[in-house]
């Protein structure tokens, strides 16, 4: 087996051998503070995905192991997320009750099925398919994922029945309506949760303070007598490592569970990869992104078959993962077996804890997952990014949960499609200020061009989305001038399409007795043109490699009839100089 081979198969031999006393000592502490931090998020996110809590926990003990061994980051922690909690829940209620068996194995369905997606596009090289995902649809996603999530748990804190599948606006009528029914025990016995919560994190913020608050709010709760009052209790977990269970794969759970397994594999790649980088960016570490592909797909496909739910990459655990010291990705396996020993000793003090005091940090959780000052900064900086973002947020609310995100990419691309069909293109001339004579724009400085010679500078790509831009403005230039030169140094694409307009308008201006002509072309569009035979259609004498060679092998051409009766010197051939001006030089301040 090559080495090649060998490393792409079993990823995780790149980084063993650097593996050492000093290395695992940082990783057990660090995963000593995930352990920590993910028993209240386990449970917490289990039951936005409407499952028992013990599911959170599942997950969070076996899909770490796997992504961190398979994948590329040494700081990624994998497991429960609030996103695809949200999603998971979205998706399977509307074919079963939440918490019961037919639920589960839905779910397990659903996971398996997001897992070999993922892994399929990781083994397909398909890595930059996240790259198609824009910032402003994940944070539209994430804001309305994080609107929807505290919804659900308002009846929680007030206390208040309400129906399960109702939509956004159903749920806050419904609640609006049942507010006389609210239970003042439960909805204190949350709040205090919450407020415990946001207290300890503004003193401390490297003390567990999820955890501490629940443990508060089960204290809270007890003194005051809170089952008299009906205070609902998560109940006793089981103290068992995950059981194997086989998903029931049948054609029409395949059928059923589709739209939504993609939905969630997309959800699950872009939260995983994103938070990679950005950690990567303080490690100075590379993160493979088809690599990070396989490593969530696996760890969703194993996950699947010992009782754990979809999980991605978690930003808050990844975080502090690195923030703690861990060195190699054992830190993500040390927190996952931590866990299951703590497990044992926690589950049964799980027959305390209040869903209100459940459901405080859940709103906390939820509020935290919105990134005001990105919203703020894509608020001011672009009406296109807004749109995106306003249209993610807005069908993250009201339409189904996997419509959002494929929503806020097709308008993501329709918006960039629309950029992009429109190159700049500007008319250029030497400015007759400078001594070499530098091409700036004309009608920004307004300065004198020649009355034979067109010079545009077109700056964007050349393709099928763009060529009635492009002809539409040289349609304008044909009524006025014979000759037109098209300076190509900001052009990096050029296609067939494209190609074949610029041929046409050569056809034209040669009929009337000019022609079009091209220099500057970058390698890859010269490429196009040669391979095509445009080349030679155009004409390979007007064809040039800089402005220089085109404006004194165009200005011959010129009609010199027309040169002798023109007052202006636009070139320095004009007054006869042999001197040739530097024209590819960039201006300095004038461009």
């Known amino acids: 087996m090559s080495e090649k081979i060998k490393y ?117 090289r398909m890595g930059t398919l996240v790259n198609f995902v824009s910032h402003s ?72 303070n999820l955890l501490i608050a629940m443990v508060a709010g089960s204290v809270i709760n007890y003194l005051l007598n809170g089952d008299s009052y009906g205070v609902p209790v998560v109940g006793e977990l089981p103290s068992n490592l995950p059981p194997f269970r086989v998903p029931d794969i049948s054609i029409e759970n395949l059928q059923m569970l589709a739209p939504n397994a993609f939905a969630i594999a997309l959800l699950g790649l872009i939260e995983a990869v994103a938070i990679g980088r950005s950690i990567s960016n303080k490690s100075k570490q590379r993160i493979d992104g088809n690599q990070e592909f396989i490593g969530q797909g696996l760890s969703n496909i194993v996950g699947s078959f010992f009782s754990s739910y979809a999980g991605s990459g978690s930003f808050t655990r990844s975080g502090i993962n690195f923030q703690a010291g861990a060195k190699t990705p054992f830190s993500a396996v040390f927190s996952a077996i931590i866990l299951m020993g703590m497990l044992f000793y926690v589950a049964p003090l799980a027959a305390f804890l209040p869903i209100p005091a459940v459901g405080g940090i859940i709103l906390l959780v939820a509020y935290n997952l919105i990134d005001f000052h990105h919203i703020r900064q894509i608020l001011k900086s672009s009406k296109r990014e807004t749109t995106v973002l306003l249209i993610t947020f807005l069908a993250t609310l009201f339409l189904d949960l996997e419509f959002a995100i494929y929503f806020g990419v097709f308008f993501s691309l329709v918006f960039y499609l629309q950029q992009t069909s429109k190159p700049t293109i500007v008319s250029m001339a030497p400015d007759p200020d400078l001594n070499s004579r530098k091409f700036v724009n004309a009608a920004k400085y307004q300065i004198k061009e020649c009355p034979q010679l067109k010079i545009l500078r077109i700056d964007g790509s050349i393709f ?128």
Not at 90 to 115: D, N
Not at 520 to 534: H, M, Q, T
Request: positive net charge; charged residues 15%; glycine residues 10%.
């Open 8 to 124: 792409q198969l079993f990823p995780f031999l790149r980084w063993i051998r650097k593996v050492n006393q000093n290395t695992i000592k940082a990783d057990l502490l660090a995963g000593l503070t995930g352990a920590v931090i993910v028993l209240p998020q386990g449970v917490a996110f289990a039951m936005i995905a409407g499952l028992p809590p013990i599911y959170g926990l599942y997950t969070a003990m076996i899909t770490p192991i796997v992504a961190a061994m398979f994948g590329s980051s040494f700081h990624l922690i994998s497991g429960p997320t609030t996103a695809i909690s949200l999603v998971v829940f979205a998706a399977i209620s509307q074919f079963a009750v939440p918490t019961t068996e037919e639920f589960i194995g839905l779910v397990l369905v659903l996971t398996l099925m997001a897992g070999c997606i993922q892994f399929v596009l990781g083994i397909s």
């Open 137 to 208: 649809v994940v944070i539209g996603f994430t804001s309305g994922a994080a609107l929807l999530i505290g919804t659900s748990q308002i009846k929680h804190l007030l206390g208040i029945n309400l129906e399960t599948g109702l939509s956004f606006q159903e749920s806050w009528l419904s609640i609006l309506s049942n507010l006389e029914g609210t239970n003042g025990i439960i909805l204190l016995v949350g709040l205090s949760t919450l407020a415990i919560a946001v207290l300890l994190k503004k003193i401390y913020h490297r003390l567990p």
């Open 464 to 591: 099928f989305g763009a060529v009635d831009h492009v002809a539409a403005r040289l349609d304008i230039e044909k009524h006025l001038y014979k000759h037109i030169l098209l300076v190509f140094s900001g052009v990096n694409l050029c296609d067939t399409a494209g190609a074949e307009l610029l041929v046409n308008e050569g056809v034209e201006l040669k009929k009337r007795g000019g022609a079009l002509y091209i220099s500057s072309a970058k390698k890859n569009v010269r490429d196009v043109l040669r391979k095509g035979g445009y080349d030679k259609q155009i004409g390979l004498d007007n064809i040039f490699r800089t402005k220089e060679e085109a404006v004194t092998k165009i200005f011959g051409r010129l009609s010199r009839g027309v040169c002798d009766i023109c007052r202006e010197t636009v070139f320095l051939e004009c007054d006869g100089s042999k001197l040739k001006p530097n024209f590819d030089q960039p201006a300095l301040d004038r461009s």
